[in-house]
């Protein structure tokens, strides 16, 4: 299990420090606003979940009968918020909160040949600058990556978000 | 320092003069003001019958500052209670929502049950209480007034108010109309969603009878829609939008307008008519057969419904049900959750929730671009400069007396109407909202 296993003779086997990279690096390019090479690490049938919650301790569960936060099948809805946040044409967009993103407790949880699967810890710190307001969002990720292309690749990223009474706004790059 | 509130709304019908001073979204003692008078002194919307279907469902929510149990107790009829024990003032029930044939309160353990009776008061016999303490009621406190119009719960903080048919009066047709209101009933849509924004409730109250802001503020969103039309964007989430005329500019011809009720209710609506992406479309000949053809055209159109002071259901791309709970002058709680008829298909659901998330949801592509405008708002109501805004004057000329030929269709009496083109976008509504705002301000004086 872990790092002593990665990239051992033709195999790709994904290693907890590439988990790590991974992550880290989504982390950099959401901070960063570097949204297609952002994109670019999901695969195109990639499921982006952050459900919303059923009452004080469970989260839903099932997105087709019960609500999301966010929920989309396929990175075409992620181009979608891109294309929002690029557009100058949403006031919540413009100017972008600061956010820092980091990353922690990371646990490869699942390794094959192909695919993988990663949970981690996440925080989020966001500075509204319009507002002059900072506060975070917390919660878990766990993101299922699958090797495709010659690169690994977010295919799944659940994002259960703990502190879930929004203030204001959340979107994309600060979750 | 004492405002009063009377003379912040610039009331002039005869000289089609209508304004709102910027100190009503501002002055903590107005806020206080509206907190006794409106939110603790009349009829507030406290949920829906089917949040406690069975005997002993409980949730629990607020009235103003004041925690609410409402609880169906074993012979099956519902109660709402003042959630907070008589010995000491803790809430008695701690959760959301749940099922309790008994609720101890965690403090000293005095114990209820779900009709609100004292069945408990720990070491009693060894209290020395008086006999005065003995012969008095050691049970929850109930509303003075709590009742139901077809599923929707209504409860009041004092005694002294009309009754719910009464308050409600001709706004109750539109409540008839939510979802079509199948046999089954509604339900809230399991995931409720809570935001917060740093501005006046009144924002909020405002923002969903707006018209005249769906193109400015939300253009991004539309946008987006014309992508996923184009299929550039995410295919599977064809909205109700791309099949709706109201908004667009270069439409034509009568395409919505609004109604006000007695007691500060509006609804605003636009022209939609059943389209293949309406959630409800696979009902459509159940609903005619239930409401006639005019209301099975009222069911499929936008719909904004504002009960006064609290309770908003939003029908358009999807269907919103929105509770305003304000927290202080410049601060609001939004609870928010998607209403939906019971039994509806697998795939109608499916489409319900994908247009909701994309539209209504604090983390989706509209309601943000809303929130971020209210607190930009709300900044901007610092200034005594230029006391008095003037935003309350589209659609005087056009403002009738009474309803019109689509309301009558349905047998709607409201107050005023105002039919509109796609970009009349009335503000005569708000009149309504204030002055009631105004009525019930004036008891405070």
Known sequence: MGAAHGRRGMTTMLSHSDAEDLLYREAALLDEGAWD??????????????PAWRDETTPTSDPQSELSLIYYEGRRGLEDRVFRVRSDQSV?????????????????VESTDSSAEAASAFTVFLHDVRADRTHHFFGRYRHTLRHEEGMWRIARKHILLLNDTIPTVVDFYSI | MTIDPAGLIDDRPEKGVFRVNRAIFREPGIFDLEMRHIFEGGWVFLGLA???????DFFTTYAGRVPILVTRDGDGELRAFVNSCPHKGAQ???????????????????????????RG?????????????????????????????RGFLFGSLVAGVPTLAGHLGGAARFLDFVLGQPDEGLEL????????????????????SDAYHFTSTHPSYIKIMERRQKGEGAAALRSIWEQAPSWREEAEGVQGGSYSFDHGHVLNWGRIASADTHPLHENEEAIAARHGEAGRDWIFNMRNLTIFPNLQIAENASSQLRVIQPLGVGRTLMRTWCIAPRGESVSARRQRIRQYEDFFNPSGMAT?????????????????????????????????????????????????SVLADSQLCDETLYHNYYREWARRMAAAA
Not at chain 1, 92 to 98: E, T
Not at chain 1, 100 to 107: G, K, P
Not at chain 2, 95 to 115: E, I, K, M, Q
């Open chain 2, 50 to 56: 089917s949040q406690a279907p069975a005997p002993h």
């Open chain 2, 368 to 416: 943000p671009d809303d929130t971020v405008a209210y607190e930009s708002c709300q900044r901007g109501h610092a200034s005594r400069v230029d006391p008095w805004l003037q935003g309350y004057a589209r659609g005087i000329t056009a403002s009738r007396k009474g309803g019109n030929i689509l309301s009558e269709a349905i047998g709607a009496a409201p107050l005023r």
């Open chain 2, 189 to 208: 849509v399991p995931g409720a969603v809570n935001f917060t924004y740093d501005a006046n409730w009144k924002l909020q109250l405002e923002n969903c």
């Open chain 2, 92 to 118: 008695v029930a701690q959760t959301r929502a749940g099922n309790a044939r008994l609720h101890v309160c965690p403090y000293h353990s005095w114990t209820f049950d779900s009709a609100g009776k004292n």
């Open chain 2, 121 to 149: 008061l720990k070491w009693q016999r060894a209290g020395c209480y008086a006999e005065a303490f003995d012969e008095s009621d050691h049970g929850l406190t109930p509303l003075p007034h709590f009742d139901e119009y």
């Open chain 1, 92 to 108: 919540a967009s413009r100017p972008r909160p600061r956010c820092l993103h980091c990353v922690s407790n990371v646990r490869l």
């Open chain 1, 37 to 50: 090479e952002w994109l670019s690490l999901y695969t195109e049938d990639a499921l982006f979940w952050m």
